[in-house]
Structure formats: C-alpha cells, structure tokens
C-alpha cells in the first residue's frame, strides 16, 4: 500500500511492536464513553491526506492527493450545510488540514487538530497497491474497541454502500495521524486506484459528492443521528401538472438562496401564449388541496407582478421568464437562516379558460441560508 508516505509503511510493519509504547501517546476514551463534543457544535478535523511535494499513489490517471482534498471539500460543505440545515443531521465546526494543494507534514496535521482541539479526526485517503488486483475500502482506526473504532466502522459501512466495493473491512494501524491525535481518529480508503475497476467508479460523474456523502453519513452515525442529506438547494415539492396543451410547465432555480450572496434566480419554463401569470411563494409549509394539486404557499404569501408572455401559439412548450431573486430581495422580505420558501408559478392556461383559468406549475422548496 503507497498511499501513505514511508512513514506509513514503516508504521504498518511495526504496529505490533510500537502498539504497546504508543498507546500511552493516544489518549483515546473508550467507546463507552460520552459522545458529547465541547458545546453543541461537534468539532471535525478533515484531513486530506498528502498534497503538495506528495502526490499520494497515483494509478489510473488519478492522482491520490488531488481526489482526498475533492472529497475533503465537498465533505466541508457537507457539513456547513447540515448545520444549515434545520430539518436535521448534526452541528458542526470543521476545520480542514488544507483547503488547496498545499504542503503539509504528518505532525502538523495532528497538532492543528490537537491545538483546537477537534472532537473528531477524520483522514481521507485512496489506496494503492503494486499488484493492480487488489481492491476495495478498508478504514482504520488506531484500536479497537475505542470511539475511533465507531468512526472507523460507521464510516466503512458507509463507504461500503456508496460505492459498492469489496469489503477489506474494519482494521486497525500505528498510522502517524491516527496514533498522534488526541482525540477519536479514523483513516478512510475507499478503493485502490491501481485497480482499473475501482479507478473508474472512483473517476465516475458523481463520486466525489457520493464519497463525500458516505463521510456525512458516518459522521453523523457515528454520533447516533440519523443519516441526513442537509438541504441547499431547491427540492421538489409539488409534482408538476400537465396543462390542458400538453405542456408540463416547471420552475427551475439557480443557486441556493442565502442572505449573503446574490446567486438565486428562478427561471419558469414553458410558459405559454396569450397567458399570464405569477410566481407565488412563502414561507410557511402550508398545503391546500387545489383541483388536484397543492397551493405550495402560506404563511407571507407574496408575489411577483404579473408577467406576459410573447407570443409563442398555443400548444408550444417553449418559453421562459427569468425571475431574479438576490440577497437584497430576501432581505427586505423579512427571510431569515433556515426559513423555507415555498415557490410555484401560477398561470392562466388558455385551453381552460374561462372555467378553470389557473394551471400550475411543479412546486420547489428551499431552505435559506446564513
Ligand atoms: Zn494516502
């Protein structure tokens, strides 16, 4: 395995003889203990194994260093999201060994954590082996029967169903980090970037975020919550309806409203002729059953101005109406961190007029940012 540097390997040798002399530099409580972190926010040191001067083991176009600082990152904002995020997961400080390809040796990284001090030390890394045959997720902890070892095996679980590799299973090791952090440790290695067919999961679309949400799953398991994919972004929430021309109209969103960045814009798609409409949102959950639909609005109902649209004949599905909502906008509507919003757009469907002169799109919901 080259994925650590020599030390590593050395380490790995000699875990029998250095467990014993090492033991008294980790001082790990045991499982049984409290799983409370310092206040309520947890403290989680992400370290994104090698960069800089060390690539880490490189196999298959990948380069070790490079793929743990991506999952580091996404795993950051993971977690910043789920403090966010009000509907569930955990709160949690994170502080993170390095942001960018830098250079780091094995002690700092352990006395950052140590100096904070983190309630949790989780390394990120990929493996590699001389012999491309060797496969799979193995995660280690400094010892069994420890906090680490309930990281460790969350976190293997997690990694296990996310990608689906072979089982190498729970280990323990004399690693540098895991054994020179003071607090609960675990070292992550999904798969084997010398092996073709772990490489190609592993540089597949989507990796990094299913990597980085298996890390969220077992953090939070770990602490007895309950897996959560934090909010931030637009979810849906209402199912689109088919207008009486066929057409589905939607509304799309662009960024993730936040109280601090002018990102968030709603676009609503197929907007027909000869109609007009209006984008209705609040902020409460309410529901109201509507002709088969559901008002997606309540509580501070509000409303852009009415919209026309240009001429496009009835039954073409084309058309859009770009509906910009910044920072600026939420602000002055009394928006506040972990509000939700509630967005539909309504319209006048010109093959149902005069009876029924409302249709409705596809409903989104979304949660607001710090
Ligand atoms: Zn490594």
């Known amino acids: 395995m080259f994925c650590l540097p020599p030390l590593r390997r050395a380490a790995t040798l000699t875990a029998t003889l250095g467990l014993a002399a090492a033991a008294a530099v980790h001082l790990e409580p045991p499982a049984s203990a409290s799983l409370q972190g310092s206040g309520n926010a947890r403290r989680i040191f992400i370290d994104a194994g090698h960069g800089g001067i060390d690539p880490g083991a490189i196999g298959n176009g990948i380069v070790e260093k490079e793929l743990n600082l991506e999952v580091a990152l996404r795993l950051r904002d993971l977690l910043e999201a789920d403090t966010a995020d009000p509907s569930g997961g955990g709160e949690w400080e994170v502080r993170m060994t390095r942001t960018d390809d830098a250079t780091v040796s094995l002690s700092n ?64 090791a004399n690693f540098f980090v895991l054994r020179e952090s003071l607090m609960p440790a675990a070292l992550t290695e999904a798969g084997f970037l010398s092996n073709p067919s772990d490489a190609a999961a592993l540089a597949a679309p989507g990796a990094v975020e299913a990597l980085a949400r298996a890390h969220l799953f077992g953090i939070q398991r770990h602490y007895g919550l309950a897996p959560h994919l934090p909010v931030s972004g637009p979810s849906t929430y209402c199912f689109p309806k088919v207008d009486s021309a066929g057409c589905v109209p939607t509304i799309l969103a662009t960024g993730t409203p936040s109280l601090t960045q002018s990102d968030f814009a709603i676009a609503c798609d197929h907007v027909l002729s000869q109609q007009f409409g209006m984008l209705f949102w609040g902020r409460e959950g309410l529901e109201l059953p509507l002709l088969g639909g559901f008002l997606c609005v309540g509580g501070s109902l509000a409303r852009t101005p009415v919209q026309f649209s240009d001429g496009l004949g009835l039954g073409n599905c084309s058309g859009r109406l770009e509906l910009p909502m910044d920072s600026a906008f939420l602000a002055s509507s009394g928006m506040l961190p972990g509000d939700e919003i509630f967005c539909q757009w309504w319209y006048r469907d010109p093959g149902l007029l005069p009876a029924t002169p409302v249709g409705l799109s596809g409903g989104l919901k979304f949660t607001v940012l710090p």
């Open 109 to 172: 990284r352990t006395t950052e954590a140590n100096n904070w001090p983190a309630d949790r030390f989780v390394s990120i890394h990929h493996n590699a082996f001389t012999s491309s045959i060797a496969s799979g997720t193995e995660t280690f902890s400094f010892a069994n029967g420890t906090q680490g070892a309930d990281l460790r095996d969350r976190l293997q679980e997690e990694l296990l169903t996310a990608m689906g590799f072979v089982d190498r299973g729970p280990k323990t």
